[in-house]
């Protein structure tokens, strides 16, 4: 019998000022990056985190310190991929949802781009859904992005 596992996860990073914004994989040219000690990408982000949660095996920023400077700049997608080996020695990955909350900038036409970098990455269906801040808080004002990804897993 397969017992399944579900963990949840979250990140939320603010704009910065220079670079280039990356989500799931997908480069937003003209779009500052957002601030973080990797390439920011809030959504890989909370994707790993969410895979390790379900494998009780801790959380991105423990297996990748922000004072480690080996990760400055470091593509999120191979962090994720990293995650993703780790935890298929003892899980298999069912399935991930996303949500991601931005303003800006519009993911309606790159939705099934973001989607099938993570498919690629995690070898499983991932589903990415944007939302709005609604004009509320820091989200609303287009000043951070939030997301929030729940995975499925089962022995």
Known sequence: MIV??????????????????????VRFDGEPALVGH?????VAH????ALLGAAAMGDLGTLFPAD?????GADSMDLLRDVVARVTDSFQIGNVDVVVAAERPRLAPVLG??????AR???AQVTVKPK?????????RGEAIAVWAIALMGR
């Not at 963990?7 to 603010?14: A, E, F, Q, T, V």
């Not at 781009?113 to 993570?118: A, H, Q, R």
């Not at 004009?135 to 609303?140: F, V």
């Open 46 to 49: 909370a994707v790993a985190d």
């Open 68 to 72: 480690d400077e080996t990760y400055r």
């Open 4 to 25: 399944p596992r579900v963990g949840l996860g979250y990140d939320i990073h603010p704009f910065g000022t220079e670079g280039t914004l990356v989500l799931g994989g």
């Open 113 to 118: 781009e973001m989607s099938e970098n993570l």
């Open 121 to 123: 990455a995690v070898g």
């Open 132 to 140: 709005f801040g609604e004009g509320i808080g820091e989200i609303g």
């Open 38 to 42: 990797s390439d920011g990408d809030a």
